[in-house]
């Protein structure tokens, strides 16, 4: 039992295993939470505190965003998302698609991306409701003639596959 309790404590340790999965103890404490789950993409069951605690709001907004969100009715942490990686705690503020998930790292065209180049030649931007919202997309794509092309690489992508221009490591305030 005491191999198998070292096995998964490794495995964790190297983000093979999420906390839960290790079966570490259940943490309230976002930082804490993070430092023992050192990667994880969310949060597990492992961690039982508020799914976005406080603090988070005004480590990723101004105050002048939080007024004019509380005035409009805003809750400024349903935007909010976050995860673990190198023990810390790593935050985006998500708009209308998802744009702080996994980045999507294909440079193969689609078959909508060359279906909408065969018709609309040399266009200077593939639109995103061609190239699709399900994965922040870190290229620039257009048509050269009728075939899709990445033009530039908009975001890099951090070691766990994210686009890191989007996150942001924070901390509670201490």
């Known amino acids: 039992m005491r191999v ?24 309230a404490d976002a930082a804490a939470y993070c430092k023992a789950a050192g990667d994880i993409d969310a949060p597990d069951k492992a961690y039982t505190g508020s799914a976005v ?4 709001v005004p480590a990723l907004y101004t105050p002048q965003e939080i007024k004019a969100q509380t005035e409009a009715g805003v809750d400024s942490a349903r935007a909010i998302v976050w995860r673990c990686m190198g023990g810390k705690i790593w935050a985006c503020v998500q708009g209308n698609a998802p744009i702080c998930g996994k980045a999507n790292q294909d440079k193969t065209p689609t078959k909508a991306m060359r ?20 994965h922040p997309m870190i290229y620039d794509w257009t048509c050269t003639g009728k075939q899709p092309t990445v033009t530039k690489q908009i975001f890099t992508v951090d070691a766990r596959g994210f686009p890191a221009e989007l996150w942001k490591a924070i901390a509670p305030a201490r």
């Open 115 to 134: 279906d909408f180049c065969a018709s609309q030649p040399n266009a200077a931007v593939i639109p995103l409701v061609v190239i699709g919202h399900d």
């Open 4 to 27: 198998l309790i070292a096995i998964a404590a490794v495995l964790a340790a190297f983000g093979c295993l999420s906390p839960a999965q290790a079966g570490e103890a259940p943490s």
């Open 53 to 56: 605690p406080p603090w988070m």
